[in-house]
């Protein structure tokens, strides 16, 4: 009997036909305890039926992660702990389930710590038989485990048996416990490493995994060397099962994925979809490929397409609403909202002031036609008369200045609010992460929306997206709208001309910032790489007066994005919940 | 000799003359190394002048706190070690300092972990003697210390030998380290307590805390219980020296204390002040009352004035606009920046609309002269028509609804940020914490703002604080302009009539919330004491459908909040840094 020899290590006998395990790649609603439980109950009962015998699903899948601040009421964790009983009971017999939930810490009121662990329950013979709690509690970035979460203790070991006697001896980890390996890393960012003391102090057959790693750029390469590294040096099999959808800025990408004890993949779960995904460590490793995307600009876009899908949904909107200035943001914005919900749901608006080209109208409706969204033209001459006669008085004497700029921004803000209030759709907001960085936009204007959809993506890769979406061949809603897949999405034009804000007569971007390449290579060594700007001067590509006057616009900028709307993060370090500066400080330079 | 026989308890010998301990309660500018550097070194000449033996600053004085992300910045970290090292070798001979900074952790690079520990540092003889870490990392409210740094190890005591050869063993305490005494508290954060540690292990004859410890309502009494309980418990004399200032959201009170072993009170330094507390434990305990306010409402004043002002100089502003509608909440907030910054330097704007009553504008006129504040009057009728022509044929058909309340909202908000932007002064945000709750506010209208000054303020206190501040003999600067102590600053036809935002015809708060009083008891048991909907209905005092309604109102307002300008913190839960909820999200009632 050759069959299961993958679980052979521990020469334990095993049955005669495969085991398989079930990954529940589901895309939770946060805090929707009936829904989420709904939805992984079906899930359940299809892996049942197909003979799983252990399903895994994501972490805290019964409330979805993040919960944030939810957890802080009793009422909360304690609707989870029911709703996680009520699963349990319900679940068929002759599966168990490996489900992601919080457990409440019995020593909280005994000795003192953190009221619960994030943890892990053993559903089986109808209820909870065994419960298992995250050690490595994240911090960094938008991560905020220590609030709410006890460093776990207690067996992270248990063993599923099999009507015929055999057993698998399973060791159970969260997430970040298994991101620690010390070969793997240059730099730890803890002392322990959960796995490997899983793997030298208990006779394992399998480990598991239970994770939300949200999506960044290059970051699934990461893992699946990492997890591959982690199969390799315990020899054993590993089942990584990672939670999909898109929680407010946070973009979970799925692509749970299952490794033989040689590291070599051998199942891995769709990107950006939900995904029941069986695993059977009989079958031979898949293509390096398999969810891989032609570039980093289409699985990129794939990630945006799911974060603003999501959050329009999970926040009961139907339809957005998005201002059409004719320049490439929001030309990519809107795209990426016509791919998310369909071209019927976004509603493109056109605001020319008497600074506006000619070409940013025309290039505007062309772009809308491409995509086949309704558009509508409001001149905002009428408003910015009116306020200028209003102020006229108080002004004068003054010389018009970035005061008048930041007006038209805010008149087309207020009328986009204005068409959202009274048409119930979504205003998404269209500034880039070039211009968020360095204040380029304006507060309560251009900045306004409900999402903040490219505020991670960097200028140049704005453009390298638009370019992509023109040229590909990748099947899109978008494309198969217009008929042919490699035709034009976002009109030449709006790709080609210089950036313009359009704000004062023949204004470009350039007149007031450094060219884009320029700027996006400062930033990235600034935000990405924590370069100081002597650092960066001291690499010696750019002009220090550039790159000193773009330090200080980025701390300046900071109230901005303080106010800033939720912005779908795709890199390792984004505004938001991940970046905390203070604003009244003085840094010396 | 009874001299000095507080410190006896170890049979040491004590110098003849009293030792004299020096806490430097300084206001440090969050980064400014060298500012805060010079603060200090001129504040420990003047202690040294004075004969002081040792002087204690707060916590993170080096750089401020919080100093948040700034410390993911290798340069900072290094910075702020050269600048420790620099103010060693300034400080004179014969006197020592402990002072807040951060130390690299070793341990990082080798076995893994946080790179920082949040530490004090014994300065002596021109150089760093020891460093002593921080043990207990707060992460609840505002607070992120695991984000940056590792539990503290290590010693926390030192010998401070005096010349004579007498000598005292002092164990060293960073904020949170003494707040999880067993027997004071019901719930502990933490397994540990390193002060009973340090206090058991070590023949200890003084305790010190350096603390940034954030105002809060209430909170002066509960440390003066807590480090009282702690001398006793522990027979040590104590000093803890706290912060004092605004950075952002957060106002560090000041108010650095010294017990005696008895628990007594012995020394207080002033509330929402610097100040150079010299401390002599042969001294008699003083007034209970040291510290304290005429009533909360003094007191919250007091710190809303330092958290305006802070923000205002320390964003290197001068001068603030605010926008008056003749209501309670702009009254106070003008009355605070007046007291603040001075009359001279504040703006009031009156922008009235066709719906805006006779006295919404005298009220306004009439608060202004009681100030001694300039104000501009803009009508805003001609952008509501201006908004209201251009949208007219997209609205057609639609009844006029909350979109054109918004849009009068947002016409003023631009005005304001106009001013701001023509005349470089801070705009500040007037809406308190019930409407901020309920989302009864304009995001991009009357939200706007650099800062929202009281944000944290439930409406029935903005009315107990008006009350207040027109009764009051206290020495108030806005009072000695008029003359009078007990004169009126706020009209009293603001404080009575019934309140409105004016955005249509007859409109009153009321005909949308529940009056404020039960509204604000439902807020404070839903965000204060972490009540479900239905613990707040099960106690007995609302209506069933009102509170479902309120909790709704507070979920949905969600987006709003995150966008928020950052809000001055009184309150032990304000909404900013400290409230961390999901936007999409579903929680079942």
Redesign the interface.
Known sequence: MELNSCFKINQIKIAMSPITFGVAQLNP???????NCDRLLTAIQEFAAKGVSLVITPELSVC?Y?????L?????VS?IEMAIADLAGKIPPDIAVIIGTVVPNP???Q????PLFNSAALLQDGKIKQVFHKRL?P??DVF?E??YFAVGNGSQVFTLNFKNGDALRIGVTICEDIW?DQKFWD??????DPVAELAQNHALDLLINLSASPYAVDKQKLRESMLSHSAIVHNLPLIYANQVG???DLIFDGRSMAFNRDGKTIACGKSFEEDLLIINFEEPPINPDYSGYESDEAEIFAALVLGVR??VQ??RFKQVVIGLSGGIDSALVAAIAAEAIGSENVLGVLMPSPYSSDHSITDAIALAKNLGIAT?T???Q??M???E???DA??TG?AS???EE??QS??R???L???S??FGNLLLSTGNKSEISVGYCT??GDM?G?LSAIADVPKTRVFSICEWLNGTNSKLAIKSKIGQDNSEIIPVNIITKPPSAELKPDQLDQDSLPPYHILDDILDKLIHR?F?A??IIAAGHHDRLIVERVVKLVKIAE?KR?????GLKITDRAFG?G??????????P
């Open positions: 609603v946060i805090g929707d305890l009936i829904g979805g993040p919960p944030r601040d939810l802080m009421s009793q009422q909360f609707d020593d909280a009121a000795v003192g710590g953190k509690l911090t960094y905020d220590d609030r620690n730099k730890r960012n803890y002392a322990d898109a929680n407010d999501d959050y999970k926040c509508q409001i001149p905002i009428p408003m008369t009116a306020f006669s209003s102020l108080l002004f003054r200045d970035v005061t930041n007006l805010r008149i803000g207020s009328l609010m204005a068409i209030n009274k507060l309560y306004n409900g924590h100081s002597g650092e109230f303080r106010q800033a709307a939720p919940s970046w905390r500066m203070p604003i009244a400080s003085k840094v010396t």
